[in-house]
């Protein structure tokens, strides 16, 4: 079974306006993280925002935000007033606290395109 | 300077080529990971060490190997290439006991085995 599950291959959201990237994930480890990461088309990636599962507000940073709805397995990032810079492919991606590699699972990608 | 290097960035070769990618950080992480990015894919693991002294596999480690030379410096070789292991690689380090555990990037190899 897939354990981060990305829906959205594609998004478009117009320039100003807010958009949310989906993000679903399985678990049955109670410890775990959620993190997002932005691939621009130059390929390098980077770290946006992190939720632990114990954590028991939603993360923020700048116009980024986590609306993590643990009942639900979700994750969702949502980016606000969009601008053209954010197009981009958009990663989810989990870290269980019982995997040895400790390793970063990640989602298929959702890419983001910002229109003018 | 960037924190995390990869060497080269782009590479094409030919397939029964012995390829090796480098990375080097200067971040001081103990742990250090190589993974592959394929069109269409989010990333997958090929190899992780959490110290010089400790190498283990990853979800796709057939056809690869690793050395990790020194606390900053992890490499990972193709030793015959081919063409399906065409992608982009990345490096990436992380600290021990971190809160969080956040993986720092490279820029990414971009590997063509033709």
């Known amino acids: 079974a897939q354990k981060i599950t990305q829906t959205q291959p594609g998004m478009f959201v117009q320039e100003k306006e807010a958009v949310t990237l989906d993000c679903t994930y399985d678990t049955s480890d109670p410890s775990y993280g959620l993190f997002w990461y932005k691939q621009p088309s130059s390929g390098e990636m980077i770290f946006l925002i992190y939720q632990g599962s114990y954590d028991q507000q939603n993360a923020t940073e700048g116009r980024y935000s986590l609306n993590f709805q643990k009942a639900r397995k979700s994750a969702n990032l949502v980016i606000s007033a969009s601008q053209l810079g954010d197009s981009a492919m958009y990663f989810c991606?989990?870290?269980?606290?019982?995997?040895?590699?400790?390793?970063?699972?990640f989602g298929s990608g959702t890419q983001l395109t910002v229109l003018p | 300077d960037a924190d995390v290097t990869q060497t080269p960035r782009n590479r094409i070769t030919k397939t029964g080529k012995r390829i090796m990618l480098e990375c080097s950080q200067t971040k001081g992480h103990d742990r250090m990971y190589w993974y592959r990015q394929d069109p269409g894919l989010g990333l997958r693991l090929i190899y992780y060490s959490f110290d010089v002294k400790d190498i283990n596999k990853g979800e796709i480690s057939d056809g690869y190997s690793v050395s990790r030379q020194a606390q900053a410096k992890f490499s990972l070789s193709l030793e015959s290439a081919i063409p399906n292991q065409t992608a982009l690689y990345f490096c990436?380090?992380?600290?021990?006991?971190?809160?969080?555990?956040?993986?720092?990037f490279g820029p990414g190899t971009r590997l063509t085995v033709l």
């Open positions: 991606a989990m870290r269980e606290a019982s995997g040895s590699a400790r390793q970063l699972t």
């Open positions: 990436a380090t992380s600290v021990a006991g971190a809160t969080y555990n956040e993986q720092f």
